[in-house]
């Protein structure tokens, strides 16, 4: 634990402006620093108890990516070691990466951070379905993250203004964002990724960082005990809007939010299947579902 004060880049965790240049929900209580590296596997499978997190309790807290990348290696060695850790922790995460993808294309950490604060610059939803985009593209589909081809497709498919993407993917702004951001898991003390830092509206109180994955209830408890009540969660959304909102989703993603068995979730998923609302979309370790619709 440590106390939320003091200075970092301009300003505390509390007031801190850096990174987006968008202001603080300030009505809500809690805010969580989510500090994480795209390329990391673990990042990607804490995705589905932070979908669930926000569904139930987002009106508690505002949240906040922080990127601090550091995977870059053409290495052979070293690329084999990462790619051996993508495929052990695909299994245990069930969020399916492929580990190939080093030996084909292995991805910069830092342009693709560099794109994904340029996307940020549009406001934070944009930052969070980019990022969603380069996962897909990069954990599932083995694409060349690198090409800048590639990135223009995530943008695209984000629903970014691709004019102000590529204007702002070429200048000083997404650097110095993630600059802040590094600043800020140095002073932190973070040093692997995920790492969830809690912090209080109130910058008397101590914040909590939580390295690594933990099981749903650990978070549901964190925040708990900064509200200093049990705070009431919210119904999920059907499932279908489910699919809507977020377009291509985990069997494991959808037995975490709606607490059923993957048994259970692909027995939903076919009848689904059959109206035709989604389509099965194989990968190498499970299923990812596609919503048809628009």
Known sequence: MFNNTGSTCEGTPGQFHCTTGEQQNGHKPIEIYAFIDPLCPECWGLEPFMKKLLLEYGQYFTLRYLIVGRLDSSDRKVVKKIADQWEKIAGLTGMSCDGDVWYNFPPSSYKISVAIKAAELQGKP??????????????LEKQNINADAVLLDCAKTAKLDIEEFEKDISSNGP???????RRMACEMDVSSFPTLVFFNADIEKEGIKVTGRYPFDVYVQILSEMLGEKPVPKEPPELEAFLKKYHLVATKELAVVYNLSEQEVRREMKKLKLKQVVEAVPVKYGTFWRYNGE
Request: charged share 40%; with cysteine.
């Open 126 to 139: 944009a930052g969070f379905r980019f990022l969603r985009r380069v996962r897909e593209k990069l954990f």
């Open 175 to 181: 650097i110095k964002s993630l600059q802040c951001d």
